[in-house]
């Protein structure tokens, strides 16, 4: 029993109901996408490279730097044995927050390029009119989301770096969840202080 609920250039969503009867949602890494994405990273790096070469283009940036670190970035994403061990690291952030739910990982449905993550049913955090109709109170949610991106920043250091709508439900019951835990980064302990 599964549906699809979701679709990006990285992967699909499907929505599934294990023989437990718990949902889960499986985030499934489109076939080749590793070849397309060094392919397309390549092309960056030599871009990069012409650039540089000419100084009134680079203007005194790094773009061979910023090549490799775009590089970086996207290759880990593309492991989602990483987006899980994120997602758990994000969750015990949290444990004690009664206003934020963020999904628990099923580790033994989870590949490098599979990823089963605790369902959650909710709404986007952009549809007001949905929201309003379920009685969800939208400036509580808004003030759960800011305080809850300060903790990471301030307390934590570790936060989510991709925090748009499609990312973040409203549950029925008032609190906020995260999704999606492929683009997370930090904060040193010094820039926090």
Request: proline letters at 3%; aromatic letters at 8%.
């Amino acid at each position: 029993d599964q549906l699809e609920i979701g679709s990006a250039s990285l992967a699909q969503v499907h929505k599934a109901r294990l023989i437990d009867g718990k949902n889960v949602i499986f985030k499934v890494q489109r076939p080749d996408i590793e070849k397309f994405f060094r392919l397309d990273l390549d092309v960056m790096n030599q871009v990069a490279r012409l650039v540089q070469k000419n100084k009134s283009l680079s203007q005194g940036k790094d773009w061979i730097g910023i090549a490799k670190e775009c590089k970086r970035v996207l290759i880990r994403e593309l492991d989602f044995r990483i987006e899980a061990q994120y997602a758990a690291r994000f969750k015990q952030q949290f444990l004690d927050d009664l206003e934020i739910l963020i999904p628990s990982v099923f580790w033994d449905l989870s590949s490098s390029k599979v990823l089963c993550l605790e369902y959650m049913p909710g709404i986007k955090i952009n549809d007001i009119k949905t929201l309003e109709s379920n009685g969800i109170d939208t400036s509580s949610i808004a003030k759960i989301g800011a305080t809850s991106y300060l903790k990471q920043l301030v307390n934590y250091g570790f936060f989510h770096a991709d925090p748009h709508p499609g990312n973040l439900l409203a549950l029925s019951d008032g609190r906020l969840c995260y999704l999606d835990f492929g683009m997370m980064s930090e904060v040193t302990r010094e820039s926090r202080t």
